[in-house]
């Protein structure tokens, strides 16, 4: 078989550990890869490479994405489909591997279901995608998280300060709730459910009245607070999916620290964890979760199987319908965030 390969999205660390996974699994069942570079950007501008052993040794140690990423929807390109269904056959693409979040597979989804043979890949760093127990990259991120909470401890000890720290997840809190329990940060605020900051303030000043002077407060991008009379601005601009583009302009964690500070008198400051998050090697779990689902997808391929995920389920890799991971956003629960609430203070 002649497999195509592309990564989409946001990058996350662990893409690397798949595109190495699929070459080699491929290579030993006797089939060939080219990657299509920057996403379906690729597909739509046929920007590919062959991808041998040579090209993929050692590249799950290393983050990012060897064949690049873009935002692109092929659904938003005037013939975008055909022209990619003409670019798999220019090729001879037997099966395309498409690696990205909810977009990403969104459009896979679509494309399996106008006849063109794909498979995917579930990444993200918000974990926010169903049908898997998490998606790679997350791994990676809630450790960054982890340890800036850990060196922002100190100063804030040192200084007897507030720090708010913003943390990716525009509609899912994953990051910001599991970074922040085990950064053991004092306030956990999600986007899954609105805030008061006057309750963020009558936490902190309890915490600084028992004498604990210093405090960290976690906070996810996409987190409100309707009352705030500070605005968040965000640039207007949208990407191809539609989303309004966080970290730009002003984001919650500044208008937030500005209103702890005048409402509680608490010196505090903010911290935009921002693509730090993103960056940078992958953890030991997330080599081998993308190491795992590459070579189970290539498995999945030489099957039959069309329109599937390889998934994390249970501890097990497993093929589930592309269909059931899209369409809607795995958010926290309130049973799990009622798990940090234990902790507030
Ligand atoms: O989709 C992952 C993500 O990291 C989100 O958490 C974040 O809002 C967004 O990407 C940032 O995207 P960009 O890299 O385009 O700024």
Known sequence: MHFGILTGGGDAPGLNAVIRAVVYRAVAGGHSVTGFVRGWKGLLENTSRPLGIEDVRDIHKLGGTILLSSRTNPYRVEDGPAIIAGTLSAHGIDCLIAVGGEDTLGVASRLSAAGIRVLGVPKTIDNDLNATDYTFGFDTAINAVTDALDKLETTARSHERVIVVEIMGRHAGWMALHGGMAGGAHVILLPEEEFDTNEVCAILKKRYEAGHRWALVAVAEGAVDPGLSRQVMHSQEKDAFGHVQLGTGIGIGEVLAGEIEQRSGLETRHVILG????????????????????????????????GMMASLRGGEIVAVDLAEAVGTLRTVPLERYAVARVFFG
């Open 275 to 306: 693509h730090l998050q993103r960056g940078g090697p992958p953890s030991a779990f997330d080599r081998v979760l993308g190491t795992r689902l590459g070579v189970k997808v290539v498995e999945m391929a030489e099957e039959g199987a069309t």
